[in-house]
């Protein structure tokens, strides 16, 4: 981007603070493209609209829209009352006006100004570095976690440094925002990329993401922060109990703002209960699940999150948890049908069916099965699909003299590979 040079019309009289220079007086416009962030942020940072600011001055709103673009500068009249109003002294103030500096060209440039003057942070650089986030937690169904692990790391700790110096205010809460959404991506990345070995990392970041969602008053960053530690209960440290608290948890903070949230609490709560052989109430958790889903619409917030095969598949999971293999069979079909292909999701999915057809004394579907399980797992490293995988393998032991069996256990081999 052509950067302007500011050259002043009108100037009265010059004044050196902190070794700034500082035009007071001066009302006459100045060529654009400086901005005085500093100045905007305060005057935000204290819950000042444009419009609020310029009623208690007494001037109309486009002064204070110049002021901020560094177009002009507040009369001498009006700098005690302006030093006032946002709660600073004269003397911080002419610091204040003093600050004028180029917008940078870009988001990402913005972003670099900001780490290297992190108390200059901005909702605009909050934004698209939650944007970022976003975009790495759209791709983590079709890419091996490892890949995703270090940008996501990069962009974590950046929110958190910023947070650190960003002042009270809006800035702040979107800067919780943003860790509540890095901080559950970074638990399952740690996880997925520790086989699901490494629980109480991962712990330690969806607890972070808690207090952080908590912090911006997000009820859908803290409901799908409680749901993915639901997952540690569930799959991780094997306590069902815990996980059920979890997802009552996870119901409670989504159920006025996300039926699919809340849905997909209600989906884990029935497993856990499945884990625990309490037939009645997970037939009644997936009931309300189904339920919960019914009412699903567009302006759900947590609509990205929700797939026609989720209550399917979590079905055919828990039915395959009571030891019911055709009824897992029948819902983990269905759940195939409607899952896309070659997704993390997938590779449970066919894992799941693999262990259905075991116990149904179906070798050859459940060995093709798993095939297809190794298949996407070999693209997409996908850590549930893989202990899947492994679980079938140890329940084919009985039949290990088999070539059908040997061959794909040398294709379960080839994934310990690096």
């Known amino acids: 981007m052509t950067q302007n040079r500011c050259i002043p019309i009108a100037m009265n009289t010059v004044s050196w603070i902190n070794g700034s220079v500082m035009r007071s007086g001066g009302s006459g416009r100045r060529a654009s493209g400086l901005r005085r962030y500093r100045l905007a942020q305060r005057r935000k940072a204290i819950g000042l609209s444009q419009e609020h600011l310029a009623e208690v001055l007494g001037v109309d709103r486009s002064t204070i829209v110049r002021w901020e673009r560094a177009e002009t500068d507040p009369q ?11 709660k600073v002294s004269v003397e911080e103030l002419a610091d204040l006006l003093a600050d004028t500096r180029q917008p940078p060209a870009t988001p990402g440039g913005r972003l ?42 990069q962009l974590h700790g950046q929110a958190v440094f910023l947070r650190q110096y960003a002042d009270a205010g809006s800035v702040q809460r979107e800067l919780a925002a943003a860790i509540a ?24 970041y969806f607890d972070q993401a808690i207090n952080a969602a908590k912090e911006a008053r997000d009820p859908v960053a803290e409901a799908n922060a409680l749901l993915r530690k639901s997952y540690l209960a569930l799959y991780g440290t094997k306590r069902p109990t815990a996980a059920i608290a979890l997802t009552a948890n996870a119901t409670e903070v989504s159920r006025r703002t996300s ?46 999150l929700y797939c026609p095969s989720h209550h399917a598949r979590l079905a055919g999971s828990c039915w395959l948890s009571l030891n019911r293999s055709a009824d897992a069979i029948t819902a983990l079909e269905k759940a195939h049908q409607l899952v896309a292909a070659r997704r993390k999701s997938t590779a449970v999915v066919l894992g799941n069916l693999t262990l259905a057809n075991i116990r149904h004394r179906d070798l050859d579907t459940a060995i093709s099965y798993l095939h297809q399980a190794i298949s996407v797992i070999e693209r997409t490293r996908a850590g549930g699909g893989l202990n899947l995988a492994f679980a079938a393998a140890r329940e084919l032991r009985p039949w290990s003299d088999r070539p059908a069996v040997q061959d794909v256990n040398e294709r379960l081999l080839t994934l310990m590979t690096p």
């Open 181 to 204: 959404e890095s901080a559950t991506l970074m638990g399952q990345l740690v996880w997925d990329a520790t086989q699901r070995h490494d629980h109480a990392a991962s712990a330690a």
């Open 259 to 304: 039926p699919v949230l809340a849905g997909l609490a209600q989906l884990h709560r029935a497993e856990a209960h499945a884990m625990l052989g309490q037939i009645r109430d997970c037939a009644e958790a997936l009931g309300v699940a189904e339920d919960s889903f019914a009412s699903v619409g567009p302006q759900d917030p947590a609509s990205v």
């Open 76 to 86: 001498p009249w009006h700098r005690p009352h302006l030093a006032t109003a946002l």
């Open 112 to 153: 670099d100004y900001a780490l290297r003057q992190p108390g200059r942070v901005d909702l605009i650089t909050v934004a698209y570095l939650r944007e970022r986030v976003r975009h790495l937690d759209e791709r983590y169904d079709q890419t091996p976690s490892t890949l995703l692990l270090a940008e996501a790391a």
